[in-house]
């Protein structure tokens, strides 16, 4: 399980880019557990990623899948900002 988990958090660094380092918890509440992934990269806010289950490795499953979304959307705010960038120099010109 833990191989997983850090390849996982491998591939969603590498999808970041200068990602500085990963935690990875596993946590267990009664029948509950739980997977807490923290991705930290150098000039960018921490991406925290949580999944619950019955199972570890539905719980691991679960935040691999809410990272992912999360650098999905942090790429795609940036793409975003640049095009706008872009168009409102040209608007100026």
Excluded: C, W
Excluded at 9 to 36: H, L, N, S, T, Y
Aim: aromatic share 4%; proline share 1%.
């Amino acid at each position: 399980m833990r191989k997983r988990a850090e390849a996982g958090a491998k591939r969603a660094g590498r999808r970041v880019g200068r990602a500085v380092d990963a935690i990875i918890r596993f946590e267990q509440d009664g029948p509950v557990k739980r997977v807490e992934i923290v991705l930290h990269a150098s000039s960018r806010r921490d991406l925290v990623a949580r999944g619950e289950s019955r199972f570890y490795g539905l719980a691991l499953t679960a935040a691999l899948g809410r990272l992912n979304a999360q650098i999905r959307t942090v790429r795609d705010s940036a793409k975003t900002s640049k095009r706008a960038g872009v168009t409102r120099l040209v608007a100026q010109a």
